[in-house]
């Protein structure tokens, strides 16, 4: 059955990102730390092996195989479309001011699905290489949701960020599941993944929790009601 | 150098303690996942042979050893004094009624060491068998730890809880350790562990994580300024 899906990084605080996002600081200033264990797997430099430059971090090409690995390859299997909010396709604020910005993944992004992004401006769609189409929706998460359920055709929808968008899919109850990745790292302030909301009370349990080289993952399922 | 430390549990969504403590739910109502690590460890039953029956939990007479009870006895190692607010001590409120309440623990509480209470109601010192003295403090944090610092003549001074208590003592500045054990379970509600403090402005940094069989263990540790 598909299902809609979060996955994402939290510090041991608690924040999903850091203060000051910008294009230079996308995860906030200070926020890479949520993003280290991700950047050391094989899976994410072979993905961005063509645009990117990463693989040559600490001298690895090849990239670090294991849990953290597995679990990162798991976030793309099974997924038929995206959801991302505004904040999370970009940096560019109100009114887009031209078809310029692309989003901050190349002219390949490894999504290789429709990402419905959320917006209040209304935008022609962004054909890119290698199967990702940003799709901009004006009328709301619940269309968001229904057109990236019917783009996904029976394969999962992943709710990719930010906290806002998420936190927004949380409320109304629309998230089966959510797989996070503990840091460990402290971000002291930034956004707060949990906010204040009650998971228990949403329906929440964890059900699984196993120790990655880089993080502590854990996942995150509502029962069904 | 003699440290001040805090050994606590936190749930993956950041709680320190679930709602509605009571004197059956000292940890309030769900609170006791917080403390499925512990009670499974060979060092919590052990100490509690004596005067608790949890040695017969899961039909383990003997507890697990591992990481996680490696962890657990090293909250134990070279403390020489121990400092507790006034509802980690009990359930009791406002002017002590009666000298009747002598802490959760039985007659020989595993603390062996001084034991200060923080309160606003002055009562005389309780002596309990095995090393642990109750000692109640009304003139503030910084006389508590003056005094437990005293008593603890050169070993570590643990700051036990509650949340509240920990929190006020982070703010002031004089937490040098932190361990946390994050738990794989959510409350969903209760009392917040890192609240609204900013622990990176405050100095402190995560040193050391590792994975237990029923816990992550995270270090934060405050810079030397």
């Known amino acids: 059955m598909s299902k809609v899906r979060v996955s994402f990084s939290v510090s041991i605080d608690g924040f999903g990102a850091a203060p000051q996002q910008s294009l230079e600081n996308p995860m906030g200033v200070g926020g890479e730390v949520l993003g280290e264990w991700v950047f050391a797997t094989r899976t994410f430099r072979r993905m961005h092996d063509k645009d990117w430059t990463f693989q040559r971090i600490d001298g690895e090409h090849g990239?670090?195989?294991?849990?953290?690995?597995?679990?990162?390859?798991?976030?793309?299997?099974?997924?038929?479309?995206?959801?991302?909010?505004?904040?999370?396709?970009?940096?560019?604020?109100?009114?887009?001011?031209?078809?310029?910005?692309?989003?901050?993944?190349?002219?390949?992004?490894?999504?290789?699905?429709?990402?419905?992004?959320?917006?209040?401006?209304?935008?022609?769609?962004?054909?890119?290489?290698?199967?990702?189409?940003?799709?901009?929706?004006?009328?709301g998460i619940d269309r968001a949701l229904e057109r990236a359920a019917a783009a996904a055709d029976g394969k999962d929808v992943c709710i990719g960020g930010g906290v806002s968008t998420i936190q927004q899919y949380l409320r109304a109850g629309l998230i089966d599941e959510l797989n996070l990745a503990i840091c460990p790292a402290l971000l002291g302030s930034g956004e707060r993944f949990f906010g204040d909301i009650d998971l228990v009370k949403l329906g929440y349990r964890c059900t699984q929790h196993v120790a990655g080289e880089r993080a502590t993952h854990v996942v995150l399922e509502r029962r069904a009601s």
């Open 63 to 139: 990239g670090a195989t294991g849990i953290d690995d597995d679990l990162f390859a798991r976030r793309f299997l099974n997924v038929g479309a995206w959801i991302f909010g505004r904040n999370m396709f970009g940096p560019v604020r109100g009114p887009w001011p031209d078809n310029s910005w692309k989003g901050a993944w190349g002219d390949s992004p490894p999504f290789r699905n429709p990402v419905f992004v959320l917006t209040h401006y209304a935008r022609e769609s962004i054909p890119m290489q290698g199967g990702t189409t940003f799709h901009f929706v004006t009328d």
